[in-house]
């Protein structure tokens, strides 16, 4: 699932919204992180819609403009639910890393060009066979 995708769900977990609407929470959501724009917002609706994960929820019109509102189904709600689920895990076990880590002084490691957790190669000898 698309970033773009886990915040439109999210977005339209507690209510119905309309394309605006959407785009606004999305963007409080994600605190300004994703800001999305209106032809990649359609873009997102309509593969939900194709996924099955949203669904058409009214139509109206205000001010003389059509304003189509968008609701999750149970699909959605289980397609979010297990996305949430594993960003979730995956968070965790990110902090379990990083606390191991730091227990094991890992941050002042020195970074090397091999493989993580292998030294680089001793240099070759010098003109007088030992190590320059």
Known sequence: MTRAA???LTALADQPRHGYGILREVEELSDGEVQLRV???YGVLDRLTTDGLILLDREEVREGRLRRYYRLTDDGVAALDAEAERMAAGAGA???RIAEGRRAGAP?????DGPA???????PPGLAGGYA
């Open 6 to 8: 886990f915040f439109v």
């Open 39 to 41: 032809g990649t917002l």
């Open 94 to 96: 990110a902090k379990r």
């Open 108 to 112: 002042g490691r020195p970074v090397t």
């Open 117 to 123: 957790g292998l030294e680089p190669p001793p240099a």
